[in-house]
């Protein structure tokens, strides 16, 4: 594995330097150490009423090869300055046996939210997840043969007050609920899992979906890119990201780019047979508004103050073949549909509203669940059943899938630092020469629109040999599809294996 590089010498002599270890001496430090830090964590621990580290092991068989593997599900305890507890962090580690540990490759992982505790990624591509059974509970724990770990490591972590993560007093909520303080705890948990287990000199990448794609960029800044100590990482995963700006939402600079916003409206309508375009592919829907958009609309909508009424009408014609919608509410809207509004208006005449997934639709005033659903089970209980049973951690606190009230109560301020996830990436190219990046869209997402992060990363100008991009007849969580997610984990898995 050819390892991003070292911004300073000093740190390259060191590297040198620790693979002259021999391996039995290595070995012996690193279970030193491992004690030293256990002990320590334990009494805080404790102290904090969390429940012991569980460790089990297992097997899978992925792509022909059977790697057996060992799991660890545990709470992490996170202090402030003052080095007093404060919120516990939950990850649940899967660890391929054999071979040279400081060698393989290590991901961590993390949904979105912002407030989304990791289990839909930890059900996409951990060794073990949940399947359908015939008998009840009407849920099984299955091998996974699209899991990551014959290629990586993998730590999933949820984010204080999600998951089995919680906060130890009631007023700690405002130091982690934010983009900054979320950042600096996920760097100190990262940083701290890497020396408890003797991984610093491991290749590392991080894997972040939908609010993932702002958090990845808070790490990056706050570990690879500070001036003192850096932590390199190889490269990164984004599924469906956004984007970090540092304004009152993390989501606004999708409703404030409309050039960003027709292809995923192009594809919505498309697919629900609306548009004049429909003996066009996929594919070929997507190029279409994809062109339309980069040239003859973008340069509209720089001018528009500057067009008269007959050009006006003729962009919002050619705006409504492609998306279905009518020239009249176009034109009303300035030459843009906000995504909001799309989806309400799009399938009007029969009452219905699109979901986020453009696939999907509901009836006008009928709230789907927020969360995800199972047919046939109780997905909520196979959830904690998989930690509790399969992975053998005993506690009895509540799980939180999507605390509700971290979305509300988030900061979204950036005071220090680059603001955007774009920026932060130009800059990891700039100071690592081997650091790569991976995009995954969906054609069908109504949430992050996939044209949105592709048209911004390709605006920072980043190496095209170090920026894979690839998209996939599905929404939002595209690792979740389970029609989509063995092409994408393919495409992941080619990813890394370039990276060696």
Known sequence: MTAAHEPTKRSMDMHDSAQKISRRSAIAGAGAMLATLAAGEGQAARAAGVPPTAMTHGQVTIRGRVIRYRAEAGQTVMRNAAGVPRATMFSVSYLARGGTPHRRPVTFIYNGGPGGATWPLRNAIAPAIIG??????????????????????????DAPGTGYSR????????????????????????????????????????LGESYGGTRTGQILEMLALREEDPVAFEAVTLISPTLGTGTDSVFGVVSNGPVTLVPSEAVAAWYNRRGDFLSDTLE?????????????????????????????????????ALIGVAPDAILQSRLSVPIPDFRHLLLASEGEVLGGDSRKHHPKGFEPPLLDTAKGYDLNAAIIAMVRVK????????????????????????????????????AMTHAYCGFGVFLAGGYFDLIVPYFLPLTALRAAHLPEARFVH????????????????PAAVSDVRAFYRSRA
């Open 132 to 157: 359908r059974a015939d008998a009840p509970p009407g849920y099984a724990f299955v091998e996974n043969p699209d899991s990551l770990l014959d290629v990586s490591d993998l730590v999933f972590i």
């Open 167 to 206: 906060f130890l007093s009631e007023d700690a909520k405002a130091e982690y609920w934010g983009i900054q303080q979320d950042g600096r705890a996920f760097s100190k948990f990262i940083v701290r899992w890497l020396r408890a287990h003797g991984r610093m000199s491991s290749p590392k990448y991080l």
């Open 284 to 320: 070929q829907i997507a190029g279409r508004a994809q062109n339309f958009a980069a040239g003859r609309y973008a340069d509209a909508l720089a001018r528009i103050d500057r067009l008269d009424g007959a050009e006006k009408r003729a962009v919002a014609h050619e705006l409504s």
């Open 391 to 426: 992975l053998g951690y005993r506690t009895n606190q509540p799980y939180g899938r999507d605390p509700i009230e971290a979305h509300e109560k988030w900061n979204n301020t950036i005071i220090s630092g680059r603001r955007t996830l774009p920026a932060i990436l130009e």
């Open 470 to 485: 690839r998209l996939y007849p599905t929404g939002h969580p595209v690792l979740n599809d389970v029609a989509a997610r």
